[in-house]
């Protein structure tokens, strides 16, 4: 039996429940040893000095977020990190990251498809009607061929741990996936705060990922002969994801820009600076299609640049991610992946995904109404742990509320059993000790010109009420650094 400090002594084990550190015997996981061993030197009050230490360092760096639950109406508050790391051997790594990079190179094929000539949608193995009535699906890009036929430039692929032990995809994120800056902030927390901790441990670099990112911006610009201009565009500080855009902007060296600050000229982007109009070839957008270019979309948008749509049909600016892209992170076409894997790539898929039912149809909406109680309902076009109803949690006045509002527009939900998410030693600041709480892991996958490139490891969230399956931080969750062991 592992000997357990004061922070650890009265950590409880659930036989129902994967708890990624300890064992059924109490005993740690042979890729915990190291780290365990640290943390159970440390009294309560040296990793209470350690802890704020922490948060002092996101403070000073201004790493906020909004919340939106619990009366905060989008309060600023400082990202909860938690400073016990979460670690994946080398080996389980290998395996997700091929994972990721197949089920990124066909949802890639799948969108390029279905702005080309929609063979998956002819042979049936994708429902037409599905695709045509997403919000996200974007006329114009059935005119627009983007650079290296690339569409999906950077992804969010959020995968969970079932009590298996098996890792299964819970969605994917492909229009402007959000959370890398903390990947690499926690990271940096994590060095200041527990610097003695890597000296003990091999873990994988995830310092890389500006570069990388910067590289693959480049790689998609239209005109390759020059050193191409990238910038970022941001609808702006009030935006809940500023302080990712600056990060990012600010590690990469470009440009952060907002609409204003560009215009288009002869189907030609530029930005205005000091010296005068500078062209732009690249744009990391970071705000919805919707509102992108006002001649196109919104007219009343005032975040995007008018004009923008026809540089990009005229092959004169790249845009990341491509518009479009969403209509293949609806979390009812996301069911289809594993079809796609093996329509376009003649693979069997490595990750599986988390079993899902489409309420539109008949057999699944049967399905679903008879068995609520046992599911978990979401809408299939919302983030961020909005929206998702944990039906066993429900009255029965409450149950048939659900019921009525999936009657109504079934297209617009999705049912998924109610997965166990895996469990990780949690600090509970109000108890002063270690807890297991729920988990998840948001990965990022870029693909540009070559190769696609999987960060190591991912951004950790983790549910920090007692129970809760909710890891959104706009829900109130929080994170921890993920060690990919060398």
Avoid at 124 to 148: R, T
Avoid at 167 to 191: C, F, I, T, W
Avoid at 438 to 443: E, F, G, K
Wanted: net charge negative; proline share 6%; aromatic share 10%.
């Amino acid at each position: 039996m592992t000997t357990m400090s004061n922070l650890f002594q009265h950590y409880p084990l659930n036989a129902n429940l994967f708890d990624e550190v300890f064992r059924q015997d109490g005993q740690v996981y042979p890729h915990y040893e190291d780290i365990h061993r640290q943390f159970s030197r440390l009294t309560s009050a040296d990793f209470e000095h350690l802890n704020e230490y922490a948060k002092l360092s996101f403070l000073n760096q201004g790493i906020t977020y909004a919340v939106y639950s619990d009366g905060h109406k989008g309060a600023e508050q400082i990202f909860p990190f938690d400073l016990f790391p979460r670690v994946i051997p080398a080996q389980d790594w290998g395996l997700l990251e091929k994972g990721l990079i197949q089920r990124n190179l066909a949802l890639n094929l799948f969108i390029k498809d279905v702005y080309g000539e929609r063979k998956i949608l002819k042979d049936k193995v994708v429902p037409s009607a599905l695709i045509f009535s997403s919000p996200h699906y974007c006329e114009e890009m059935k005119s627009i061929k983007p650079k290296n036929d690339v569409y999906c430039h950077i992804s969010g692929t959020d995968l969970i741990r079932h009590s298996d032990g098996r890792y299964y995809v819970l969605e994917d994120n492909l229009r402007s996936p959000s959370g890398v800056s903390y990947v690499l902030s926690n990271r940096d927390a994590m060095k200041r705060t527990l610097s003695n901790a890597f000296r003990w441990s091999s873990v994988c670099s995830v310092n890389e990922y500006p570069a990388e990112l910067l590289a693959t911006l480049q790689s998609v610009a239209p005109n390759t002969e020059e050193s191409p201009t990238c910038a970022l565009l941001t609808p702006g500080t009030y935006n809940s994801a500023y302080y990712e855009h600056s990060f990012l902007a600010q590690t990469m060296g470009i440009e952060l820009v907002e609409g204003r600050d560009l215009f288009v000229e002869n189907n030609y982007v530029y930005m205005r600076t000091i010296h005068g109009p500078k062209r732009v070839d690249v744009i990391y957008r970071r705000i919805d299609d919707a509102f992108l270019d006002p001649l196109v979309f919104r007219p009343e948008s005032m975040l995007g640049v008018a004009g923008i749509m026809g540089a990009y049909r005229a092959g004169n600016i790249t845009i990341v991610n491509a518009p479009g892209t969403g209509v293949a992170d609806d979390k009812a076409v996301c069911s289809y992946v594993p079809d796609m894997i093996r329509y376009y790539l003649g693979e069997d898929p490595i990750i599986p995904n988390v079993p899902t039912y489409l309420c539109e149809r008949e057999v699944d909406l049967k399905y679903v109404l008879e068995h609520l109680p046992d599911l978990v309902i979401k809408p299939v076009d919302m983030s961020g742990g909005y929206g998702v109803t944990i039906c066993d949690r429900l009255s029965t006045a409450e149950l048939e509320e659900v019921k009525q509002k999936i009657q109504a527009d079934p297209r617009n939900y999705i049912a998924q059993p109610r997965m166990s998410l895996s469990v990780h030693s949690t600090y509970i600041e109000k108890k002063g000790e270690f807890e297991p709480r729920h988990i998840d892991l948001r990965t990022f996958t870029l693909m540009g010109k070559d190769q696609p490139w999987v960060l190591p490891g991912g951004l950790s969230r983790v549910a920090l009420k007692e129970g809760s399956l909710i890891v959104n931080s706009s829900q109130g969750g929080g994170s921890k650094d993920t060690w990919v062991t060398v």
